[in-house]
């Protein structure tokens, strides 16, 4: 039997029909996720004219801060709607427990430019979140200068005192410290002008400020002015206070504030009894020094060795190294923390000083 042949051109149009003709694959639907049926939930929750008392309570139900927050931006795009300082406040903290900081920032950008009405919780809380990252401090003020040009919500103690304890977490060297300085002096100024009366800690702060720079004349005139403010300067008051004045040279008024300290029972911290033992020796006025070593090892604290060094070596530069030997023995007898490499180093240095 013989065989036909198909053209080829005959056979490809008989192929392309019998592609066409063949049935397509249905297609179905695709499954939603559960995140997407979940704000489908959501938002048919939300009736026709919600408010935005009705959008807070949705979001502080949701437990998905990614869902709390797609919830929060369809409901923005809905006519005749519009977010409030309440809504703005709960999604921030929803975020910032999340730990979604970016978010934080663009909804902080957002009430910044006029998003909702000013209210002064979420002002503070926005200002708490910018004073805990390291590079958001100027954005905390601009929140801050925001609070000043409103009418109802003008910056409060909570205001002040974050504003101030994030400055003072900037001071170190002193030359640093002089630039934050003027920082702490306006604000100051404006909280006076505020008529936002402070509390202790605030003023503790500002103390805090002055003596890191050595300005002790203004760190006592906040120190006597606590009284008319209704505050009792504290522990901490003395101690940045004693600090400062012996950093600055003025020795016997650390001595007394130290003293008063003593006499109100206020617990002195290790490091401003060092400074003041050695600011003694320093100036030679040894008895004191002594009287405050004493003093520290009453209360279980142990000097550490640069604070024993400088008291030895000056006494010996005064004509008075019998009287350091002694003294080394009576330390190591009541300084149960005294170990035998820093007795044997001080005895070292006696001899070495004894001998020139």
Not at 13 to 36: F, G, I
Not at 71 to 81: E, G, K, L, V
Not at 220 to 246: A, D, K
Not at 320 to 334: H, M
Request: hydrophobic residues 35%; contains cysteine; glycine residues 4%.
């Amino acid at each position: 039997m013989r065989r036909t042949h198909l053209p080829k051109t005959l056979l490809s149009t008989l192929l392309r029909r019998h592609s066409t003709t063949s049935p397509q694959p249905l297609l179905l639907p695709r499954t939603r996720t559960p995140s997407e049926t979940q704000f489908e939930s959501w938002v048919t929750h939300l009736k026709p004219g919600f408010t935005p008392s009705d959008v807070n309570q949705a979001l502080i139900s949701q437990p998905d801060p990614d869902l709390a927050h797609d919830i929060f931006r369809f409901t923005s795009q809905q006519r005749h709607y519009k977010h409030t300082h309440l809504t703005y406040l709960t999604i921030i903290q929803i975020q910032i427990s999340s730990k979604r900081y970016k978010l934080v920032e663009t909804l902080i950008d957002e009430v910044l430019s006029g998003a909702c009405t000013p209210d002064l919780n979420l002002f503070n809380s926005m200002i708490k979140f910018c004073c805990g990252r390291k590079f958001l401090c100027n954005k905390a003020f601009d929140v801050y200068k925001k609070m000043l040009k409103s009418e109802d919500s003008k910056p409060n103690l909570e205001t002040y005192s974050l504003l101030f304890n994030s400055l003072l977490r900037k001071f170190g060297r002193l030359p640093v410290s002089y630039v934050y300085l003027h920082a702490v002096r306006s604000l100051s100024n404006q909280m006076k002008a505020c008529g936002v009366i402070p509390d202790v800690f605030v003023l503790n702060l500002i103390v805090k400020a002055y003596s890191k720079c050595l300005e002790v004349d203004e760190a006592l005139r906040v120190f006597r002015e606590m009284g008319l403010y209704g505050c009792e300067p504290n522990g901490y008051t003395y101690n940045y206070l004693v600090r400062g004045v012996c950093e600055k040279g003025r020795v016997g008024l650390g001595l007394s504030l130290f003293r008063e300290m003593k006499e109100k029972r206020l617990e002195t911290k290790p490091s401003t009894c060092m400074i003041l033992v050695c600011s003694l020796a320093l100036e030679r006025r040894f008895e004191d020094s002594i009287e405050v070593v004493y003093d520290m090892l009453e209360n279980s604290i142990s000097p550490d060795f640069l604070t024993y060094k400088t008291l030895m070596e000056e006494m010996c530069r005064d004509g008075r190294g019998n009287e350091a030997f002694d003294l080394v023995e009576q330390f190591r007898k009541r300084d149960s923390f005294m170990n035998e490499k820093t007795y044997s180093s001080l005895l070292n240095i006696l001899h070495f000083l004894t001998r020139e």
